[in-house]
Every structure is written in structure tokens, then in C-alpha cells.
């Protein structure tokens, strides 16, 4: 799986933990995106992974729909 995140330094930080699912390679250099172990995704707190992909979500939703969103999730 491809999960966006919002910049290098929130990739970085998912993926220089080896202990977690998250990796990159060589082909996503530049890119602010992070791959998933799916195998792997029971070693994620279900908290964590909804946080995750909240967040990618917000990174390319549109601005408006984004914006009602968070209003109606404080």
C-alpha cells in the first residue's frame, strides 16, 4: 500500500523506524509518500493508522472539503 504524507520529514520519520511497516524504496525518492507492509499492519495501534491516513487524506483533499472536515472532527 501507498500512503501520502505531508513532507519529507513525516516520511523520514515513518520509515527510518524499522520496527514499524513502513518503508520506501529507491522509486519514491522525492516522493511524499510512504509504502505499507500490509503483512505487517497488526503492529500499528489502530489509533496510529487511522491518524496516518487521516492525514494523507488531508494532504490532498480538496482545501474546502478539508477544511469542513476537521470542523466537524475537532
Not at 513532507?7 to 520506501?24: M, Q, R
Not at 503492529?43 to 487511522?50: D, G, K, W
Not at 480538496?62 to 476537521?70: D, I, N, Q, S
Amino acid at each position: 500500500m501507498v500512503i501520502w504524507v505531508d513532507d519529507e520529514v513525516t516520511k523520514l520519520a515513518l520509515v527510518g523506524d524499522e520496527s514499524t511497516p513502513f518503508f520506501t524504496t529507491d522509486h519514491f525518492d522525492g516522493h511524499t509518500s510512504v509504502l505499507v507492509q500490509a503483512s505487517r499492519l497488526h503492529e500499528v495501534e489502530v489509533a496510529e493508522l487511522a491518524e496516518i491516513i487521516e492525514d494523507a487524506w488531508l494532504s490532498r483533499a480538496p482545501k474546502r472539503m478539508a477544511a469542513a472536515w476537521l470542523a466537524e472532527h475537532p
